[in-house]
């Protein structure tokens, strides 16, 4: 670490490994796993003896992480450290506390119980680290409810598209607006919105965040006590979220998003209700003869209230499973679509019951939350949900339709 007022050789600091080392685990994430500069394979670690708090940071130029955590400071200093061996070494330290100690060959001698090490690191004069410095008074900024942005994240990210990083389709968009907060995610087949009913703000902003960075926010926020996280846009590149304890930098992707509210469909003429669980265990069944390359399954919703769920491949077989809706109104309708698809968003909902509403078999279908749960047990219905969730399918045609 340098410093230019303390030696070198003197015990720098004291930290509880299991907080150090969960720390090391997030931040790593943001490491350049191929990166031009040989200091962003690395992480960034100051010694705070002002505040008595180590500060660990990551970044590849795109994303960048940051977790402060509470530390014994004797010697404040900086230096970085290779993220890949740093980690895994940390993580098989016993729980107990962790000493930090440097020399002038700017290396790191790490001590737990009886356990020993050095690490040799890189100056970090190098280390670009200006999102650590951005002031939240010089910014615009605004709060959102972790809570809900966490539910709304792992809701939404599966429906973007993986394959093309620098796709618009990539990102998940975020509004906000009068009318609340609004995040989609659409890979062009399908699409997943949340909306925050409770929530209205003054601006209007719109920006489209890396499905990667998202995930990331997501783990970052996990665990926390917090009620919201303060959000900054230092420029129309960047984003910025930050907690008391984390910080999390993202760059934007540039472009305009689909206008995916004039996708969702206004009317439908048939609906059901079904049992969450049972319909996915009920695809996942009838998959495993549905066709490799397609992975099509046709559903018959018959009006006697049993929904018909079947898939064939020639040269395989066919299989047909049977499900009792709970509630169904419209005539017998019949729709095929990818499995894949559906199974994802049933396996994320945390819900008993899922609505389908549907219009023509070759329309959309939009999977969402029924507005009151009842609870069968208790004979009580639950309150309104305090979101809108949707998730919305595009079908396939089957040659025989």
């Avoid at 209007?204 to 926390?224: A, D, Q, T």
Wanted: proline fraction near 5%.
């Amino acid at each position: 670490m340098n410093s230019s007022t303390a030696e070198l050789t003197a015990v720098l600091v004291k930290v509880n490994q299991e907080s150090f080392n969960q720390a090391i685990s997030l931040v790593s994430r943001a490491v350049a796993k191929h990166g031009i500069q040989p200091v962003l394979s690395n992480i960034f670690l100051k010694a705070d003896q002002e505040n008595q708090t180590i500060i660990l940071a990551a970044t590849d130029l795109d994303l960048s992480l940051a977790v402060e955590i509470p530390a014994q400071v004797l010697t404040p200093g900086e230096i970085t450290l290779p993220a890949q061996k740093t980690q895994e070494l940390v993580s098989k330290l016993p729980r107990l506390e962790l000493t930090l100690q440097c020399t002038d060959r700017e290396v790191i001698t790490f001590a737990c119980g009886r356990s020993k090490f050095e690490i040799k690191g890189l100056s970090a004069d190098q280390f670009p680290r200006e999102f650590l410095n951005i002031k939240p008074n010089n910014e615009k900024s605004f709060e959102l409810p972790i809570k809900s942005l966490q539910e709304a994240t792992h809701l939404v990210n599966f429906a973007s598209d993986k394959k093309e990083a620098n796709s618009i389709l990539n990102g998940i968009c975020l509004e906000i607006g009068p009318k609340g907060l609004e995040i989609a995610a659409t890979d062009g087949s399908r699409l997943a919105y949340y909306k925050i009913e409770n929530a209205a703000f003054t601006e209007e902003k719109k920006v489209v965040i890396p499905f990667r960075s998202i995930n990331e926010f997501s783990r970052m926020i996990s665990g926390l006590d917090e009620e919201f996280v303060k959000c900054y846009l230092p420029s129309s590149s960047q984003i910025v979220f930050k907690t008391a304890s984390r910080t999390l930098s993202s760059s934007l992707i540039d472009g305009n998003y689909p206008k995916y509210q004039q996708l969702i469909p206004l009317n439908f003429s048939h609906t059901a209700i079904v049992e969450r669980v049972g319909l996915l265990s009920a695809l996942e069944r009838v998959s495993v003869l549905a066709n490799e390359k397609s992975k099509v399954v046709k559903l018959l919703f018959e009006e006697s209230g049993v929904l018909n769920i079947s898939a064939q491949t020639p040269d395989l077989g066919e299989a047909e499973d049977h499900l009792d809706m709970i509630s169904y109104e419209g005539q017998d309708f019949s729709i095929a679509f990818n499995v894949i698809y559906m199974a994802e968003c049933l396996r994320n909902l945390d819900a008993p019951q899922v609505e389908i509403k549907m219009s023509e078999p070759l329309k959309p279908i939009v999977v969402s939350l029924p507005k009151d749960n009842q609870d069968t047990e208790k004979g009580e219905a639950n309150n309104k949900n305090d979101f809108e969730y949707l998730y919305l399918l595009m079908p396939v045609q089957l040659k025989n339709n």
